[in-house]
């Protein structure tokens, strides 16, 4: 099967001689190389910088952990966790020998060839880590999903990316079994964090510590990555091994600049593309450790900054707005990095938490489709109300409708290039998403003149009313700035006079009403704090807001309310 032809678009060497045909893939299974998008409806790929020039055999998992155990980190540790409230640590080394077993199960035990979909589904702990680079070593496709997806959600994913084994947590089951029931294709299930016979754990002991690595090809896919349902309706993400080398090989190595002594945590979920760079991959590439901790709370990722010593945090917009007024409460000196992703970063929150910490949140701009970030900064190039710029290896712009370059200050449709790009699992949407080579996020952003990109809102969340165009973060973004509000959410909702209204959701923080007074002076206060237009004409007050697992608001839930 051929890769993307080439275009009469300028492209570099490397990047026609790498898209001009497929490797020879190590899988038995093709079915996931036989459902990529048609190769017209490509992204243009990037791949001329020295550290993207991977080989045509690559294995994620190899590079990610055998690597690193043979050139001297085997007896450091790789994952810190907690057993009963204490805490404990998994070497390098023993990860690997894990991971190695697992590998064993899948072949032997299971009767599964490279190019197989396993399922997999835990909170983030050890050996949910250990059967993803399992599933890796084996030349298998990882299909990672979050843990607190329903039997219904579960069979859509099992049933889309033709799923037959699954490799689970035993406190997660009875979801899994009641998709099973629903989903023939899923005959071969294994349960995990169990020492029932039968049990994956009582499986391990008899296989070999060694592994010989399914040597697959650099484009042969390794993950699908589903979307994490913001707009509804999910869709599977195929990202290949040098994909997920590339993640960890450009915005840590340019943002991060991790070190072997970092230590990585935070909240996204492994089955989350933020958080299986984040909370996995970008550690173990830089020899560095993480901390997986199955449930955190506010206060709980504090105490794991402060117990674990963490350099590193990896968490969404919500969470920093609500630790930032605990931070007293805890020491957090060894703490010099904070990230943020999956939904927009409100500028209050960002001033909230630089007030508490004085560290400055790197906000990340990136997509399941793209693996993982692509816009960030640093903390010495952080410009007030920007998201960033486009990290190296990536390029980025702002697009009008028809395509063409915004003016700089102009809200348009992000496009982005890179190492990575979007290449659905069997969906007609491919086409929206990859036009003229570029891929359109589905974002609307404005770009200065140096090349920083501001965040307005997701296109479809754009508000025109009465011909004024309202981004609802922005809104969002004033309203937080109140001493009342502890969150909001802001949609259109039709209106026969203007075509739209802003409407404002709000959740009050204790002590203060809801009432008429209250949804006045908050209307009062945004039209002191920007353009008088863009306050919300209808304010109503929640409990709480409907988010993803991963912490996203989900908008068009509110519009539907």
């Not at 550290?51 to 450091?76: I, W």
């Not at 709370?297 to 945090?313: E, G, H, N, V, Y």
């Not at 060894?334 to 560290?359: F, N, Y």
Request: with cysteine; glycine share 8%; charged share 20%.
């Amino acid at each position: 099967m051929t890769a993307p032809a080439s275009s009469n678009r300028s492209r570099s060497p490397v990047d026609r001689a790498a898209s001009s045909r497929l490797s020879r893939s190590a899988h038995v299974d093709s079915f996931a190389r036989d459902n990529l998008p048609p190769p017209s409806q490509w992204p243009e790929l990037l791949l001329d910088r020295p550290e993207l020039r991977y080989p045509d055999r690559l294995n994620a998992a190899e590079e990610l952990l055998d690597r690193m155990v043979h050139s001297g980190h085997a007896e450091r540790p790789v994952i810190h966790s907690e057993v009963d409230g204490k805490p404990v640590s998994c070497s390098y080394r023993q990860l690997l020998v894990r991971a190695n077993q697992i590998a064993h199960v899948l072949q032997q035990d299971m009767g599964l060839v490279p190019g197989n979909r396993v399922l997999l589904r835990a909170p983030n702990n050890p050996m949910m880590a250990a059967c993803w680079l399992a599933v890796i070593k084996a030349g298998c496709i990882a299909v990672a999903t979050m843990p607190l997806l329903r039997a219904k959600e579960l069979s859509q994913v099992i049933d889309k990316a033709r799923i037959s084994a699954a490799l689970c947590d035993a406190r997660l089951k009875d979801e899994l079994l009641g998709a099973q029931a629903q989903s023939p294709d899923l005959r071969k299930l294994l349960f995990f964090n169990d020492n029932s016979p039968g049990s994956l754990d009582s499986l391990l002991s008899r296989h070999d510590p060694h592994f010989d690595n399914v040597q697959t090809a650099a484009d042969d896919v390794a993950l699908i990555a589903f979307t994490s349902g913001t707009t509804g309706e999910p869709k599977g993400t195929m990202h290949f091994h040098r994909d997920v080398l590339a993640m960890c090989d450009l915005f840590p190595r340019s943002t991060l600049k991790p070190g072997p002594q970092d230590i990585f945590c935070g909240t996204p979920p492994l089955a989350f593309t933020f958080g299986l760079g984040g909370m996995l991959c970008f550690p173990m590439r830089h020899g560095c450790s993480t901390v997986l901790m199955e449930r955190l709370t506010p206060d709980l990722l504090l105490k794991t900054i402060q117990d674990f010593r963490a350099t590193i945090c990896f968490t969404a917009p919500t969470f920093y707005r609500q630790m930032a007024a605990l931070v007293p409460k805890y020491r957090l000196d060894s703490l010099r990095q904070s990230v943020s992703a999956g939904e927009a970063l409100p500028d209050a929150t960002r001033q909230l938490w630089k007030q508490a910490t004085g560290i400055e949140i790197l906000d990340g701009m990136g997509s399941t489709e793209m693996i993982h970030i692509f816009i960030s900064h640093s903390e010495q190039s952080a410009r007030r109300g920007a998201t960033g710029h486009a990290i190296p290896g990536y390029v980025a712009t702002v697009l009008d409708e028809q395509g063409q370059p915004c003016a700089p200050g102009v809200v348009g449709r992000l496009a982005v290039k890179g190492p990575t790009g979007c290449r659905y699992l069997a969906d007609s949407r491919q086409s929206q998403y990859v036009q003229h080579g570029w891929n359109i996020t589905g974002d609307a952003f404005s770009m200065d003149a140096d090349g920083y990109f501001y965040y307005a809102a997701r296109t479809d969340d754009m508000i025109i009313s009465a011909g004024y165009n309202i981004g609802g973060p922005e809104v969002e973004s004033a309203l937080l700035t109140h001493e009342a509000v502890a969150e909001c959410g802001v949609v259109g909702v039709p209106d026969e006079e203007r075509g739209q209204i802003v409407k404002a959701f709000v959740v009050l923080k204790p002590g203060y009403p809801g009432d008429a007074a209250m949804a006045k002076a908050l209307q009062d206060y945004v039209k002191q704090s920007i353009a008088p237009y863009k306050y919300p004409r209808a304010i109503e007050f929640r409990d709480s807001l409907p988010r993803t697992e991963t912490g996203k608001l989900q908008r068009f839930r509110l519009r539907q309310d």
